[in-house]
């Protein structure tokens, strides 16, 4: 998976102009113009780093004669300790980047972190792990990149990926069999439709007009179990709600193919990530 330049680029000038404003008044009236520094970035914890290139070009958009070595590139395990990446140039520079560079590679870095953790978890099922739209405004590429960084995979990435019945859509239209045939004469051969059940009377409906995919919202291991039995692989199911790291594995043995988890986005941990300046 690879990054728009562009993209990322609007993202870091947007940071850097809500963090530098006009000046930066500590650097500028402190540190000489033609004053050079080195810097390090270093991992303050284990896990899986993401955001490398992202950090680096923070630097080089203020200052593309910025010197950077990359020692580990986005996916790759890291240990408390370990060097992330150089930098040398103007110590200005360096200070100014400072602060953006490590929330974005912070903040990708516990997701990749994250998703890794769940995926070693359910490892050896047949079930995948993925990500939600609960995503940052603004950041969900990075976010769902990072995701991807850490062995997991993208639900849709928006509205207009697939047609997903939730149960607010379904009470609306009308019921699950009215919703997906009035989908279904619709959308294109190209678009899924994916239905959200609460319970497995619903699910049987949900099966009998067609669902490609059928989401178990809030069930209990159990009763997902009674789920993949009754749909015998006539859709796919994706298990989503209340999942912990303690109920994960029992959801992944449970049999379903897909295990959604918000929190891989919405309230992940940032990895600790320090830069030094010398």
Do not use: W
Request: a negative charge.
């Amino acid at each position: 998976m690879t990054l728009n330049k562009f993209y990322v680029d609007n993202i870091i000038k947007t940071a850097l102009m809500e963090d530098i404003n006009y000046c930066d008044v500590t650097t500028d009236y402190l540190i000489p113009e033609n004053q050079f520094g080195e810097g390090r970035l270093m991992a303050k914890a284990d896990g899986i780093v993401c955001g490398v290139e992202i950090a680096a070009r923070v630097f080089t958009m203020l200052d593309e004669s910025i010197e950077i070595e990359i020692i580990r590139h986005d996916g790759e395990n890291v240990k408390y300790g370990d060097d992330i990446m150089k930098l040398s140039g103007k110590t200005s520079v360096l200070l100014k980047g400072e602060r953006t560079a490590l929330n974005l590679i912070q903040h990708m870095s516990g997701i990749a972190t994250a998703a890794n953790k769940y995926v070693k978890i359910v490892e050896g099922t047949g079930a995948s792990i993925a990500d939600t739209r609960k995503t940052l405004p603004g950041l969900r590429p990075l976010q769902k990149y990072a995701v991807i960084c850490g062995g997991a995979k993208n639900h849709r990435y928006n509205l207009s990926d697939a047609a997903m019945l939730k149960d607010n859509h379904i009470d609306a239209a009308g019921g699950i069999t009215a919703a997906v045939t009035k989908l279904r004469s619709k959308v294109g051969h190209m678009t899924k439709i994916e239905v959200e059940t609460r319970n497995l009377d619903e699910l049987r409906e949900a099966l009998e007009v067609g669902a490609d995919i059928i989401m178990l919202d809030n069930m209990s291991p159990d009763m997902m179990k009674q789920a993949v039995k009754i749909t015998d692989g006539k859709a796919l199911l994706e298990a989503s709600g209340g999942i912990t790291d303690e109920t994960l594995r029992a959801v992944a043995e449970s049999g379903v193919d897909i295990i959604s988890v918000g929190a891989l986005t919405h309230s992940v941990k940032a990895f600790d990530i320090s830069m030094y300046i010398k």
